[in-house]
């Protein structure tokens, strides 16, 4: 099993641009996340899905959008970037949410905004 | 919202000697606990959790404590080896069903084992 796999790895933006990271996970889980990893800031709480065609904020929402159209797929919009969203981001996946099954995260995704 | 401090932000130990990494929380409802563990250029992995009905749990060489009364609650590891280099996050979640979901991590903690 691949697990949580990230895509891209790698990505600079300019401000103002958009972009899309994608999520997808082979192991059937319901539950699926999205963190943002900043120095010294730990892992903060974007958006989550508690299973396929739902969505609902986190911690750290704004200028983000989220849709889990299947659900082994969890996408996460930046629709105007800006250099705050320079970050590392993680998805993560779980079978029956974080108190009764572990989270599985991915390799993360390094965005640069410029 | 749950806030969860986590100290030290930088641990450096010798070889076969304990560490320890302490946090603490603020909502008193918080009743599940995890600690995970992240090497370099990964994700952070599930090491070891504890509920709020339980005072203790040990894995091995890991341990974890709870104290409800004062709300805060400590990793434990007995004779480091080098691959216990990483940095640490604990997280505290106060879910309650109802469909709302996630954990609030602490800012982590840098690990370093000194041959």
């Known amino acids: 099993n691949a697990g949580v796999t990230q895509t891209p790895k790698f990505r600079v933006l300019k401000t103002g641009q958009s972009m899309t990271l994608l999520c997808a996970q082979d192991m059937n889980h319901e539950y699926m996340y999205w963190y943002r990893q900043d120095p010294g800031m730990g892992l903060r709480l974007i958006h989550y899905s508690v299973g396929e065609g739902t969505t609902a904020k986190g911690e750290v929402p704004d200028g983000y959008n989220v849709s889990r159209l299947k659900k082994q797929n969890f996408l996460l919009g930046l629709e105007s970037a800006a250099p705050s969203q320079t970050s590392v981001y993680f998805c993560?996946?779980?079978?029956?949410?974080?108190?009764?099954?572990?989270?599985?995260f991915g390799n993360g995704t390094r965005l640069t905004v410029t | 919202g749950e806030n969860v401090e986590q100290h030290p932000s930088t641990l450096s130990v010798q070889e076969g000697d304990s560490a320890v990494i302490k946090c603490t929380y603020s909502?008193?409802?918080?009743?599940?606990f995890p600690w995970y563990k992240q090497e370099l250029g990964k994700g952070p992995q599930l090491i070891i959790d504890i509920r709020s009905n339980v005072g203790e749990k040990k894995d091995q060489r890991i341990a974890v404590t709870l104290n409800k009364t004062a709300k805060h609650f400590s990793l434990h590891i007995t004779e480091t080896q080098p691959e216990d280099s990483a940095v640490y996050f604990c997280a505290a979640s106060t879910y309650s069903g109802g469909g709302a979901d996630g954990l609030t991590f602490g800012k982590g903690t840098h690990l370093i084992i000194q041959p």
């Open positions: 909502d008193s409802a918080s009743n599940y």
């Open positions: 993560a996946s779980s079978y029956q949410g974080v108190v009764n099954s572990p989270l599985h």
